[in-house]
């Protein structure tokens, strides 16, 4: 019974960040001080894959999730100094399968617990500005550049979702209350408002023609909720972190590199966390494959692991940006 309980809990990926896409990023996670001078705008389009185990701690074995998310935003080049952007979560889905075990018939297998499935959509928008007062660079974009940026998140619902755990089944969204099963059934409500969060940065850029890093300091705070509406499903940032990423251009059209986010949030910050034992802890970096010719455009891989265990679970990041 405490299994099943705890299996009926709400996960995430994508709500109220801080600093990481709604400003343009060259490497996921980081925000960049630099602002495009290919084009006037960057379009970034994400998705995120995730598998992991979640050990059981006894002879039952143990039990499985997987998690997908697919999310889209765009910077805004004004002028020259200036950079106004958005992000938003457009699908979020979460599976969790127990394991199965003897039944008392025989040559059967039922499930130890019950499987939990949950999707939303159209949540966690998040808009963005930065100001660049300080740049050194060629016509091609290299040298240095440093820009401070506010961020702000609505506390708004999801507009539309719905959840199963066994064979309840219930939904809700943003013009509707939550209905179907009794809440017993679901003990973290992914249809409530979410915290209002607001985030400031201080971000530093290097180009070369073969390197590209970025720094930011950045204070953001993603408090939990109010104790009536239950801890916060997503989770919670509260300080002063760093984030850093560099990558290394091996040919023209592929670069290897790597993020770091310390006690900051990651950014696939707003999933919603699975609140049972063993389950993923905070990331902190993240391994990274860059694809294509353009330095402010390509396809960004990112591989993490969510429990610090590798064999265990994994996180696979895939971000599109496209500069216009």
Same mark, same amino acid.
């Given at each position: 019974?405490?299994?099943? &309980?705890?299996?009926?809990?709400?996960?995430?990926?994508?709500?109220?960040?801080?600093?990481?896409?709604?400003?343009?990023?060259?490497?996921?996670?980081?925000?960049?001080?630099?602002?495009?001078?290919?084009?006037?705008?960057?379009?970034?389009?994400?998705?995120?894959?995730?598998?992991?185990?979640?050990?059981?701690?006894?002879?039952?074995?143990?039990?499985?999730?997987?998690?997908?998310?697919?999310?889209?935003?765009?910077?805004?080049?004004?002028?020259?100094?200036?950079?106004?952007?958005?992000?938003?979560?457009?699908?979020?889905?979460?599976?969790?399968?127990?394991?199965?075990?003897?039944?008392?018939?025989?040559?059967?297998?039922?499930?130890?617990?019950?499987?939990?499935?949950?999707?939303?959509?159209?949540?966690?928008?998040?808009?963005?500005?930065?100001?660049?007062?300080?740049?050194?660079?060629?016509?091609?974009?290299?040298?240095?550049?440093?820009?401070?940026?506010?961020?702000?998140?609505?506390?708004?619902?999801?507009?539309?979702?719905?959840?199963?755990?066994?064979?309840?089944?219930?939904?809700?969204?943003?013009?509707?209350?939550?209905?179907?099963?009794?809440?017993?059934?679901?003990?973290?409500?992914? &249809?409530?408002?979410?915290?209002?969060?607001?985030?400031?940065?201080?971000?530093?850029?290097?180009?070369?023609?073969?390197?590209?890093?970025?720094?930011?300091?950045?204070?953001?705070?993603?408090?939990?909720?109010?104790?009536?509406?239950?801890?916060?499903?997503?989770?919670?940032?509260?300080?002063?972190?760093?984030?850093?990423?560099?990558?290394?251009?091996?040919?023209?059209?592929?670069?290897?590199?790597?993020?770091?986010?310390?006690?900051?949030?990651?950014?696939?910050?707003?999933?919603?966390?699975?609140?049972?034992?063993?389950?993923?802890?905070?990331?902190?970096?993240?391994?990274?494959?860059?694809?294509?010719?353009?330095?402010?455009?390509?396809?960004?891989?990112?591989?993490?692991?969510?429990?610090?265990?590798?064999?265990?679970?994994?996180?696979?990041?895939?971000?599109?940006?496209?500069?216009?």
């Amino acid at each position: 019974m405490k299994r099943s &309980f705890g299996l009926a809990v709400t996960l995430g990926v994508l709500a109220p960040v801080a600093a990481s896409a709604q400003f343009s990023s060259d490497i996921p996670g980081v925000p960049r001080a630099a602002i495009s001078i290919r084009g006037g705008k960057q379009s970034r389009l994400e998705w995120a894959f995730t598998g992991y185990k979640i050990p059981n701690g006894s002879a039952a074995g143990d039990s499985l999730a997987e998690g997908l998310r697919f999310g889209f935003g765009s910077s805004y080049r004004i002028k020259n100094q200036f950079e106004l952007g958005y992000d938003i979560t457009l699908i979020d889905a979460h599976a969790v399968q127990p394991p199965s075990v003897k039944d008392a018939t025989p040559g059967t297998t039922a499930p130890a617990s019950k499987s939990y499935l949950r999707g939303l959509a159209a949540y966690g928008l998040r808009i963005g500005g930065k100001y660049r007062p300080i740049a050194s660079l060629d016509p091609d974009g290299n040298g240095y550049e440093v820009a401070f940026g506010a961020a702000y998140q609505p506390a708004l619902k999801p507009l539309y979702g719905i959840e199963r755990h066994g064979d309840s089944t219930r939904q809700g969204g943003q013009f509707a209350t939550s209905k179907g099963a009794q809440s017993t059934f679901f003990p973290t409500n992914p &249809f409530t408002k979410l915290s209002g969060t607001t985030d400031l940065a201080a971000m530093g850029s290097y180009r070369t023609r073969r390197i590209i890093a970025d720094a930011a300091l950045v204070a953001e705070r993603v408090a939990d909720r109010d104790a009536a509406l239950g801890p916060s499903p997503v989770g919670v940032f509260d300080g002063v972190s760093l984030r850093a990423g560099a990558a290394y251009r091996l040919t023209a059209g592929f670069a290897v590199g790597a993020a770091y986010w310390g006690t900051g949030s990651p950014p696939w910050r707003d999933e919603y966390r699975l609140v049972v034992p063993g389950t993923p802890k905070k990331d902190q970096y993240a391994f990274l494959l860059q694809f294509g010719s353009d330095r402010e455009a390509g396809i960004d891989l990112m591989y993490t692991t969510p429990t610090g265990k590798y064999l265990e679970s994994g996180r696979l990041y895939i971000r599109a940006r496209s500069t216009r």
